[in-house]
T-cell receptor
Framework: TQLLEQSPQFLSIQEGENLTVYCNSS?????LQWYRQEPGEGPVLLVT?????EVKKLKRLTFQFGDARKDSSLHITAAQPGDTGLYLC????????FGGGTRVLVKP | GAVVSQHPSRVICKSGTSVKIECRSL??????MFWYRQFPKQSLMLMAT?????????EQGVEKDKFLINHASLTLSTLTVTSAHPEDSSFYIC???????????????FGPGTRLTVL
């Protein structure tokens, strides 16, 4: 059982559509991180959210940390094929706690 | 930002041989390095944690005699897969935590990974 549960596990959408990925836990975290990993490469850090209720934007990506600091979401607006990849949430500072990952496929 | 490299990026070996993978922090001193394993379409699974100059700490179920980890300096850790078998074929990724001022000490910087194929 993953301490961090990600949903959905796989998402296939058309270019231009929006999508949301969720990262949920029963535990409280001091902060959460989101990574994107492309095939054959290591994960790349996208953002760290620290404060409950915090919203951070990175171009077309919007990250939110739940008020209770138990969950987070990643929303992509007008997805592009370049957004294709494996999105991973991780508890910052906790080497063990990666979510199971969400594989996103954006078709042109 | 902090850069972590891995070498080689891909390796193919015969069953029974040993393979060494290097992980280097290029522009910072890594107080701690982590080794992960990733199977296709799955998330990263931590194998072990290594601190410079001390023995690695292995996660449950990871054979320390099979996956030898050496962290001889603050910029280099190596993972040696001994007597490799086809089931060891996987994507191995290292990460490092920096002790350099200016770097978040709780942020892991990941290497690009090494694809190991054992025939």
């Amino acid at each position: 059982t993953q301490l961090l549960e990600q949903s959905p596990q796989f998402l296939s959408i058309q270019e231009g559509e929006n999508l949301t990925v969720y990262c949920n836990s029963s535990s409280v975290f001091s902060s959460l991180q989101w990574y994107r990993q492309e095939p054959g490469e290591g994960p790349v850090l996208l953002v760290t959210v620290v404060t409950g209720g915090e919203v951070k934007k990175l171009k077309r990506l919007t990250f939110q940390f739940g008020d209770a600091r138990k969950d987070s979401s990643l929303h992509i607006t007008a997805a592009q094929p370049g957004d294709t990849g494996l999105y991973l949430c991780k508890a910052a500072g906790n080497k063990l706690t990666f979510g199971g990952g969400t594989r996103v496929l954006v078709k042109p | 930002g902090a850069v972590v490299s891995q070498h080689p990026s891909r390796v193919i070996c015969k069953s029974g041989t040993s393979v060494k993978i290097e992980c280097r922090s290029l522009d910072f001193q890594a107080t701690t390095m982590f080794w992960y394993r990733q199977f296709p379409k799955q998330s990263l699974m931590l194998m072990a944690t290594s601190n410079e100059g001390s023995k690695a700490t292995y996660e449950q179920g990871v054979e320390k005699d099979k996956f030898l980890i050496n962290h001889a300096s603050l910029t280099l850790s190596t993972l040696t897969v001994t007597s490799a078998h086809p089931e060891d074929s996987s994507f191995y990724i290292c990460s490092a935590i920096g002790g350099t001022p200016g770097l978040h000490t709780d942020t892991q910087y990941f290497g690009p990974g090494t694809r190991l194929t054992v025939l």
